[in-house]
């Protein structure tokens, strides 16, 4: 089970799951229990970007587990956590920086038909995802299936509009990702970032951004750097992985994640910048790697 597929799967999910645990499939091969207590501390961090990890891609522990290592390595917040899970980084001291939204990958706000179910779900998350202290939620734009690219914007925007007022009085800001469509999800919309920077201006609400991904975006477009710098002001959320292959930010891929980071936080950003990559190895350590990577 992917991320997208998960995120799909917790929406739908009854809120009696225990919240210890973070997926119901079996665990990515490579990850490992959080290692034993007597292992040396982290290294003391310079901390000017913060930084959050992505639960599903670490499914083969539980939520807990994941929290306790996430803060052991230096990172103040797990994410991409459904209602039922939304108050469980808070029991160790760190945060969600991401809450999911409402809607999956391919069905998304670009089709007027799913508005009125998205809308009635995002104003009942919404409420939920303040009240937990979470800034963010995310949403997509769901695949084109033979709908022109204007057409889905204006859709987009058209469904949007419609919970911003309530996202900005709840302080909570809807973000939406953009993603590959040419490896990992194909026919998606929101696949440019010119595309989703043009959404933005259509939403016209300080309460609509974009979640730009660094992975899907390299796969795209390629230069990282002078998108980020340009655009910086459209982007609420950053996330990383190593390409190719989506795993760790080692030296078997072609990113300069601290390059990258050091543009991120040259633009004078306070967000988060959160790690999505499938760890090879042990888990703690490949965490605690790309922590150290982008800890400019």
Not at 138 to 152: C, H, M, T, Y
Not at 220 to 241: C, K, P, S, W
Not at 260 to 275: C, D, S
């Amino acid at each position: 089970m992917d991320r997208r597929s998960f995120v799909h799967a917790g929406l739908a999910a009854s809120t009696a799951a225990a919240l210890g645990g973070i997926s119901q499939g079996a665990a990515p091969r490579s990850v490992h229990a959080p290692a034993a207590p007597q292992q040396e501390p982290s290294p003391a961090r310079r901390g000017r970007i913060r930084q959050s990890v992505c639960a599903w891609c670490f499914g083969g522990m539980s939520l807990d587990e994941l929290c306790e290592m996430a803060k052991d390595v230096g990172i103040g917040s797990v994410e991409l956590l459904s209602e039922d899970q939304l108050r469980v980084p808070a029991k160790h001291g760190i945060t969600c920086a991401v809450a999911n939204g409402p809607g999956g990958i391919t069905k998304g706000w670009n089709r007027i038909e799913n508005h009125d179910e998205l809308v009635a779900k995002s104003e009942a998350l919404l409420p939920k995802v303040a009240a937990a202290g979470i800034p963010q939620m995310i949403v997509f734009s769901g695949n084109r299936a033979g709908l022109p690219d204007a057409e889905g914007l204006k859709n987009c925007a058209i469904g949007l509009r419609r919970i911003t007022p309530l996202a900005d009085k709840c302080g909570v800001t809807v973000i939406m990702e953009l993603l590959n469509s040419k490896v990992d999800h194909g026919d998606y919309m929101c696949d440019r970032t010119a595309w989703g920077v043009e959404l933005c201006k259509a939403v016209g609400s300080d309460r609509f951004k974009l979640l730009y991904d660094i992975y899907h975006m390299q796969i795209m477009e390629g230069d990282v750097i002078r998108t980020i710098r340009e655009n910086h002001q459209y982007l609420a959320h950053y996330h990383t992985a190593g390409n190719p292959g989506r795993s760790n930010l080692d030296d078997t891929q072609e990113l300069n994640y601290k390059g990258i980071t050091e543009a991120i936080v040259a633009t004078g950003f306070k967000g988060w910048l959160a790690q999505e990559f499938m760890p090879r190895g042990d888990a703690r350590t490949a965490l605690a790697a790309a922590v150290r990577i982008c800890d400019v």
